[in-house]
């Protein structure tokens, strides 16, 4: 039997898009997008993170100012109850994702045991 694991694997997306998980996520993340000024706030702490991390991924070390200032605005996003919403939502969908890859890889995890 030949099996195409991509017509599974797009069978699972669709099927996490029906996932009370997912529902949440989208739902507060369109509550956050309604007030324009944390939407920006939000869209900016996600910039500043990834270029960080880009940083870092190429060995670089990011400065004190720029520590202090992602510093800075996590304090902000932390103190907006729409963006704590939605990183609690991300939270429960990660969980999601985590246990479908730990069902995923179980095959590769138990080859290995022996």
Request: negative net charge.
């Amino acid at each position: 039997m030949v099996v195409n694991i991509y017509d599974s694997a797009n069978q699972m997306e669709r099927d996490l898009r029906e996932t009370q998980q997912y529902a949440d996520l989208k739902k507060a993340y369109e509550d956050m997008k309604q007030d324009a000024d944390t939407f920006s706030l939000f869209k900016d702490f996600q910039n500043k993170q990834m270029q960080l991390q880009q940083k870092q991924y190429t060995g670089q070390q990011p400065s004190d100012d720029e520590i202090k200032d992602i510093q800075e605005m996590a304090e902000k996003v932390r103190k907006v109850d729409a963006i704590q919403n939605l990183m609690d939502k991300e939270r429960g969908i990660d969980q999601l994702l985590s246990d479908l890859n730990n069902v995923i890889t179980k095959p590769i995890q138990e080859l290995y045991q022996d």
